[in-house]
């Protein structure tokens, strides 16, 4: 359904819930504040359930709208979530009723009974401003949470996803007077203390394949803990990797558990290496230029058969000087 008939459908309900996905991000922590903004600027009811994954860079935008404990909604919505496997553990009591959902992922899976889905969006935010325009007067209480939401999935509009939409839309949004240096600051010119220990380390260690066009950057458990970072401190450290001059492979492992590794693999535009076909070669997927997978064993075998997995994939044969 397109965002004027999602509107309509909403404006007929009363008692409100809105559902964000699991490790929240900013586009559907944004969506779901400005969406419950916008709900109840038209007298419904509305609120978003308590996420406990919630980070403390977006814990404000959600935080006046978590709902109580025992809520008893009578339609749900999704907004930003495209998979059944991403609901967190509070909303998974929700799996099989949701009314609608919103989204902006090509992999939705369609689990609810209806939704508003537009895979060219750059952000979940854009359907929502969408939806909020049908809905009513998009005042600052509005603005503010959806400007964070496509800020950070576009990476503060630099990210290839970002459009001319995407910049009208924040534009109009800027026109109603937030404060949106504050949301930039927060969210792309701050760093804690421990996460700059963490690149240093990173940096310092960085280990070259393919003549310098493929890195591979290693996050520890040790390393966790003798700095003392916290899930917040290693959010998206792959963008790390995809920063370096010439490197068109970052491939970032994070150690979950003792022989346990998460991969998070970036490539260039190029089409030299192909993301997700390395990682499904590895057990797991996603998308051309940002594709994931879990391996186990030791950190030199995991390494080894990723860049098996790499060099299998790759346009042209890369020799190996890692
Ligand atoms: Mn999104």
């Known amino acids: 359904m397109t965002p004027q008939e999602a509107a309509a459908r909403l404006r007929e309900q009363d008692r409100i819930l809105i559902l964000t996905h699991r490790r929240p991000d ?26 406990e ?13 978590w709902a109580p404990e025992g809520y008893e909604a009578s339609f749900v919505v999704s907004v930003d979530i495209a998979a059944r496997q991403l609901f967190h553990g509070a909303s998974e009591a929700y799996l099989d009723r949701v009314d609608l959902a919103i989204d902006h992922h090509p992999s939705q899976e369609f689990f609810a009974r209806e939704t508003c889905l537009d895979a060219s969006r750059a952000a979940c935010g854009e359907i ?20 964070a939401a496509v800020s950070t999935d576009t990476g503060c509009f630099v990210y290839a996803n970002t459009s001319a939409n995407t910049h009208r839309m924040a534009a109009a949004l800027m026109e109603t007077g937030i404060d949106f240096f504050a949301v930039n600051k927060r969210h792309f010119r701050t760093k804690t203390k421990k996460r700059l220990q963490l690149e240093a380390d ?32 290693a959010e998206d450290l792959s963008a790390l990797a995809t920063i370096v001059e010439g490197v068109d492979c970052g491939a970032v492992l994070r150690e979950l558990r003792p022989d346990e590794w998460k ?18 070669l590895l057990g797991g997927g996603g998308h051309a230029m940002a594709a994931g997978a879990t391996l186990e064993g030791s950190l030199e075998s995991v390494k080894r058969r990723v860049l098996e997995a790499i060099n299998s994939v790759c346009g042209e044969p890369g020799g190996t000087d890692a």
């Open 128 to 147: 929502v401003y969408e939806i909020c325009a049908a809905l009513g007067e998009i005042t600052p209480a509005v603005a503010l949470p959806l400007y």
């Open 26 to 51: 900013g586009d559907t922590v944004g969506c779901a504040a400005g969406l419950c903004a916008a709900l109840r600027q038209a007298d419904r009811e509305a609120y978003i359930l308590f996420n």
């Open 202 to 233: 990173l940096i310092a260690n960085m280990e070259f394949f393919h003549q310098g066009r493929g890195v591979f950057m290693t996050v520890s458990r040790a390393l966790m803990a003798r700095i003392g970072a916290s899930e917040d401190d």
């Open 53 to 65: 994954e919630i980070t403390e860079s977006n814990r404000p935008y959600a935080a006046p709208y």
């Open 263 to 280: 991969l998070s693999l970036r490539t260039g535009d190029n089409g030299r290496v192909d993301a997700s076909r390395a990682c499904r």
